[in-house]
């Protein structure tokens, strides 16, 4: 049985985030692409890029534009779909690291002259701040139950409702 081949289209879609003069640039460094070919590229109709390849050359070919910022799409060769319909590849091939974003570890600190208090040991040795001084001079207590709230109280104005009579449901 003969081996499935695919065929490689590029629509000048960019992964989301990147920049796509970026993106642009490395794609023309990895065709060796000059402006005119790379407008043809970028011009958001699909351009079938290679023809014919295997499934392992195709997955290549989906990393290399994953890793330079831009997405491809990868269909059965001599499918009748026009390009841009969704296409797969077979089950249980391909990897999902293809998709996932390229993302650089940081340097893990030094934590050397680092060290652990003792249990119960006071993390903040700082002194406590000073409790704020509030006069309260003018004010006075009444008896308990004495007084309301009600001078307090401001009634609201409901809104009108608007008159609806004249509409009806269909």
């Known amino acids: 049985m003969a081996e499935e081949r695919y065929d490689i289209f590029f629509a000048g879609k960019t992964l989301p985030g990147e920049d796509p003069l970026e993106v642009r640039r490395k794609v023309g460094t990895l065709f060796k692409a000059q402006d005119e070919a ?58 999902l690291i293809d998709c996932a974003p390229g993302i650089e570890a940081l340097p893990l600190p030094d934590i050397s002259d680092y060290a652990l208090s003792p249990e119960g040991a006071a993390l903040d040795e ?12 003018g004010l006075s ?10 001078e307090f109280h401001h009634s ?15």
Do not use: C, M, W
């Open 141 to 150: 207590l009444g008896p308990a139950g004495s007084g309301s709230l009600e």
């Open 38 to 95: 790379l407008e043809r590229l970028f011009s958001g109709t699909a351009v079938r890029v290679k023809a014919g390849v295997d499934q392992e050359t195709a997955i290549k070919y989906r990393v290399a534009f994953r890793n330079a910022g831009a997405l491809v799409e990868i269909q059965p060769a001599n499918q009748t779909a026009p390009p841009g319909s969704l296409s797969l590849l077979p089950p249980n091939t391909g990897s």
């Open 156 to 170: 609201v104005e409901p809104a009108s409702i608007p008159d609806i009579e004249h509409l009806q449901l269909d």
């Open 126 to 137: 700082t002194s406590p701040a000073p409790p704020p001084e509030i006069d309260t001079s």
